[in-house]
């Protein structure tokens, strides 16, 4: 176990990453020398920097002199000019996956996996934990919107991390308490087939400690398999629900008229309380109880867990209310699947019942709309008008006859869509023709979130 000492100088190859920039903040925290480089600057690099951290644009071999270890984005291939120097001075190298046992080593480890919703739940059960003064440490995939962080160390012994599957990274962890929100296929240039994908989890879940717990998503078949695959064990499992009856954990009276979403909390068929949450959609009830059942576990009641939920702010990019513009209100978020999008088209239909809704979707990845295209063609039947960008390639290559404009004139047979081959050109779109009552949703998990900007800043 490599032994992460007060002081140690650790150089962070690709630290504007999300999930590395969260790990040079926590090492930060706990006393370690920090270094980093990334090709472009950014809002998380400087502000490691003013925190401490030594940054650097661009990428050379004397970046690494004098570092006791690095730690490498899996974005960066094993010829990177930095680890080709640190291997020839001996310098050990770890990728993130084989990194976090070391990092959480001695910890209370509650980790949430999850095709959708990860994000929201792994940010929910800290907003519930440190509103009830535990005090966790914690990594989340995205700034959250309490505390503006995405890492911080607690006085705590619980560490709460968003257990990404990405790369298999959450097979690095040994969770004392682990949430599965969904099981869906996904990341296709990654796992190849949906039974790589639940091979994947099925073996995240096989790594929680002998005594420790699963929390799953009934109402999810790829999760609900998870917890009965467990509990034939005699493993603990908590699962929970809205649809599956058995559910330990459900929610019932179900009320999205207004602007919170509001439900009654039932454990074992027991009603327990009200919630009222700031954030809509089924899938954030779901979300809600996943962190209310976690959060539970380490002794948070449910009353406690409730009052807290009802001032949690969504995390960024997640249903992130950017701002308003002459009675259109603009949304950001990182839907970037079919189901994904499905659900926060009809959030927003429910939360804003009189509202013409627009949706400006940024495609991501070639893999991912060769995949599931038909999904894509079919899941923004909620929305009024669509509006589809250039596909963000992100680390791949085109993939003849996989582009927008193509994706586009399928839709079209369904609803009102156009191609906008410029952020410019969108903007200029809703400028001319998004009128009060209104909502627009971006979806992107690339750079399209600048249209919000560009939109609400524009000259009338």
Same mark, same amino acid.
């Given at each position: 176990?490599?032994?992460?000492?007060?002081?140690?100088? =650790?150089?962070?190859?690709?630290?504007?990453?999300?999930?590395?920039?969260?790990?040079?903040?926590?090492? *930060?925290?706990?006393?370690?020398?920090?270094?980093?480089?990334?090709?472009?600057?950014?809002?998380?690099?400087?502000?490691?920097?003013?925190?401490?951290?030594?940054?650097?644009?661009?990428?050379?071999?004397?970046?690494?002199?004098?570092?006791?270890?690095?730690?490498?984005?899996?974005?960066?291939?094993?010829?990177? /000019?930095?680890?080709?120097?640190?291997?020839?001075?001996?310098? @050990?190298?770890?990728?993130?996956?084989?990194?976090?046992?070391?990092?959480?080593?001695?910890?209370?480890?509650?980790?949430?996996?999850?095709?959708?919703?990860?994000?929201?739940?792994?940010?929910?059960?800290?907003?519930?934990?440190?509103?009830?003064?535990?005090? @966790?440490?914690?990594?989340?995939?995205?700034?959250?919107?309490?505390?503006?962080?995405?890492?911080?160390?607690?006085?705590?012994?619980?560490?709460?991390?968003?257990?990404?599957?990405?790369?298999?990274?959450?097979?690095? *962890?040994?969770?004392?308490?682990?949430? !599965?929100?969904?099981?869906?296929?996904?990341?296709?240039?990654?796992?190849?087939?949906?039974?790589?994908?639940?091979?994947?989890?099925?073996?995240?879940?096989?790594?929680?400690?002998?005594?420790?717990?699963? =929390?799953?998503?009934?109402?999810?078949?790829?999760?609900?398999? *998870?917890?009965?695959?467990?509990?034939?064990?005699?493993?603990?499992?908590?699962?929970?629900?809205?649809?599956?009856?058995?559910?330990?954990?459900?929610?019932?009276?179900?009320?999205?008229?207004?602007?919170?979403?509001?439900?009654?909390?039932?454990?074992?068929?027991?009603?327990?309380?009200?919630?009222?949450?700031?954030?809509?959609?089924?899938?954030?009830?779901?979300?809600?109880?996943?962190?209310?059942?976690?959060?539970?576990?380490?002794?948070?009641?449910?009353?406690?867990?409730?009052?807290?939920?009802?001032?949690?702010?969504?995390?960024?990019?997640?249903?992130?209310?950017?701002? !308003?513009?002459?009675? !259109?209100?603009?949304?950001?978020?990182?839907?970037?699947?079919?189901?994904?999008?499905?659900?926060?088209?009809?959030?927003?239909?429910?939360?804003?019942?009189?509202?013409?809704?627009?949706?400006?979707?940024?495609?991501?990845?070639?893999?991912?709309?060769?995949?599931?295209?038909?999904?894509?063609?079919?899941?923004?039947?909620?929305?009024?008008?669509?509006?589809?960008?250039? /596909?963000?390639?992100?680390?791949?290559?085109?993939?003849?006859?996989?582009?927008?404009?193509?994706?586009?004139?399928?839709?079209?047979?369904?609803?009102?869509?156009?191609?906008?081959?410029?952020?410019?050109?969108?903007?200029?779109?809703?400028?001319?023709?998004?009128?009060?009552?209104? =909502? !627009?949703?971006?979806?992107?998990?690339?750079?399209?979130?600048?249209?919000?900007?560009?939109?609400?800043?524009?000259?009338?």
């Amino acid at each position: 176990m490599l032994e992460l000492r007060r002081g140690a100088r =650790v150089h962070v190859i690709g630290i504007g990453g999300a999930g590395l920039s969260a790990i040079a903040r926590i090492l *930060l925290e706990r006393g370690c020398v920090v270094s980093g480089s990334d090709m472009q600057s950014s809002e998380i690099t400087e502000q490691l920097a003013a925190d401490g951290a030594r940054v650097f644009q661009g990428h050379a071999a004397s970046h690494v002199q004098g570092v006791d270890l690095a730690l490498a984005t899996s974005a960066v291939g094993d010829d990177h /000019i930095e680890l080709v120097a640190a291997k020839a001075c001996g310098i @050990p190298i770890f990728r993130r996956k084989s990194f976090m046992r070391s990092l959480l080593h001695g910890c209370d480890t509650i980790a949430v996996a999850g095709t959708h919703g990860k994000t929201t739940t792994t940010s929910m059960i800290i907003h519930i934990l440190e509103s009830s003064g535990v005090s @966790p440490s914690y990594i989340v995939g995205g700034a959250m919107g309490n505390s503006g962080k995405n890492a911080a160390i607690g006085c705590g012994e619980s560490f709460v991390i968003e257990a990404d599957e990405y790369g298999n990274m959450f097979h690095g *962890l040994d969770p004392n308490l682990a949430v !599965v929100t969904t099981v869906e296929h996904d990341h296709p240039d990654f796992f190849k087939s949906p039974y790589e994908m639940t091979a994947a989890f099925e073996r995240f879940v096989d790594l929680i400690t002998d005594d420790g717990i699963l =929390v799953a998503c009934a109402d999810d078949p790829g999760a609900r398999a *998870l917890a009965e695959s467990r509990r034939r064990e005699g493993d603990a499992v908590r699962t929970y629900g809205i649809a599956a009856a058995d559910a330990d954990w459900r929610a019932a009276n179900l009320d999205f008229s207004g602007p919170s979403t509001r439900f009654t909390v039932e454990r074992n068929g027991v009603a327990q309380g009200e919630v009222s949450l700031g954030v809509p959609g089924l899938h954030n009830v779901l979300n809600a109880l996943a962190a209310l059942a976690a959060a539970y576990e380490r002794g948070v009641s449910v009353k406690q867990g409730a009052a807290a939920l009802g001032s949690f702010v969504a995390t960024a990019r997640r249903f992130e209310i950017r701002g !308003v513009r002459d009675g !259109v209100v603009v949304v950001d978020d990182y839907a970037h699947h079919p189901t994904e999008i499905k659900v926060n088209l009809q959030a927003a239909r429910w939360r804003y019942p009189q509202h013409q809704i627009w949706a400006i979707w940024q495609p991501h990845t070639f893999s991912r709309i060769k995949q599931f295209w038909s999904g894509f063609v079919g899941a923004f039947q909620e929305a009024d008008q669509v509006l589809v960008t250039p /596909i963000y390639a992100a680390r791949e290559s085109a993939i003849d006859g996989v582009t927008s404009a193509a994706l586009v004139v399928e839709m079209q047979s369904r609803q009102p869509a156009e191609y906008a081959p410029t952020f410019d050109l969108a903007v200029d779109r809703l400028r001319r023709s998004a009128r009060a009552p209104a =909502v !627009v949703l971006i979806f992107s998990a690339g750079d399209a979130n600048l249209i919000a900007d560009k939109y609400l800043n524009s000259p009338v």
